[in-house]
């Protein structure tokens, strides 16, 4: 196996894009990282989304790539894990390069979700939980992560306001990203005083709906420094698994997916927690934020939300997290939100992050969740410096 590195991305805003079809947010995303990486031939595009053909009405998105991009004959397909296409479209194109069948991938991830009623984006999201025993009873995803937290509340004494600095934070570094769907700070109160969409859930405790498309271009380690003067290393790729429904899991509060998937990935790179920089972890909703913190290894169970109030989540704190804005002020645009995550990343560790730039940051790991934590996709990256 080769070792694998990023060394080109690219990316659109995230937005409610209207006047931009499916194809043309794959085409910004795709072309910028070709330029950025300095080539204009590659070997494969691997293309993940969810919702194309529910919400676009157009799947076979691979085809549509290499077509509208101008990559006639190129290897392409779509990659689809619910909310972890992003990930899972990566992890592709990493086994690619890595196993010498592939020297340059294109890693793409794109959503147009906002053409739809909210009603029927809603339904179609909810088609990566359970349809026979969770969907069917009208459960949405929302509903399942307010239940998740009730639960969280319920066995750890926490209260709702507890919460606040997740979605707090991310506004805060989201002010500063050209690219996020929100960047306007906001505050605790401003936070507490939001609507409550399915208790104890509030309007700022999610993420929006929104459009957007991010890629990134993958080469083989031994010749990524000839083709790009910052290359990013790959120093893990690990999946793991849980139950689709949440009440068929162990521990609904435990996540088993994202502990599997990051020992994997800190038995790959060698690392533990505490050598990382920055964890760029799924906060598609600030209960998700908190379980994946204590899955991950940087806090005990019942203690990531202690982590938030204690302001060790933020640009300066012990574990930065959503140094972008992550998926609640960049927005989440959900085949997509994978690749933008590694994007981000590549930028702080390329150290042009701007003023939300972590000094001296070499390490960062990046988590993706589908679904309500059935499937989940770690990586773990590293600066390789001029």
Known sequence: ???????????????????????????????????????????????????????????????????????????????????????????????????????????LGVEKMTDTSGRETTAALAAAADAEYEVSQGISFVALNALLMRRYMHEYGWKREDFANFAVTAHANGANNPNAMFQRPITAEAYARAPVIASPIGLLDASPVCDGAAAVILAPVEYARTLSPAPVKILASAVGMAPLAVHDRKDPLALEAAITSSQKAYKQAGLTPQDLDFFELHDAFTIMATLSLEAAGFAERGKGVQMALDGEITLQGRVPIATMGGLKARGHPVGATGIYQIVESVLQLRGLAGPNQIPGARLGMVQNIGGSGATIITHILEAMGS
């Not at 909310?83 to 069948?101: D, E, F, K, P, Q």
């Open 1 to 107: 196996m080769r070792d694998v590195a990023i060394i080109g991305i690219g990316q659109t805003s995230v937005d409610e894009h209207w006047g931009t079809g499916i194809r043309h947010l794959m085409l910004d995303a795709g072309l910028s990282a070709l330029q950025d990486a300095n080539v204009d031939t590659i070997d494969a595009v691997y293309v993940g989304n969810m919702l194309s053909g529910e919400i676009a009405g157009q799947s076979h998105l691979g085809a549509l790539a290499v077509d509208f991009m101008g990559l006639e004959g190129v290897e392409a397909y779509k990659v689809e894990a619910a909310c972890a296409s992003g990930a899972a479209a990566l992890r592709t194109g990493y086994i690619a390069v890595a196993s010498g069948m592939m020297d340059l991938v294109l890693a």
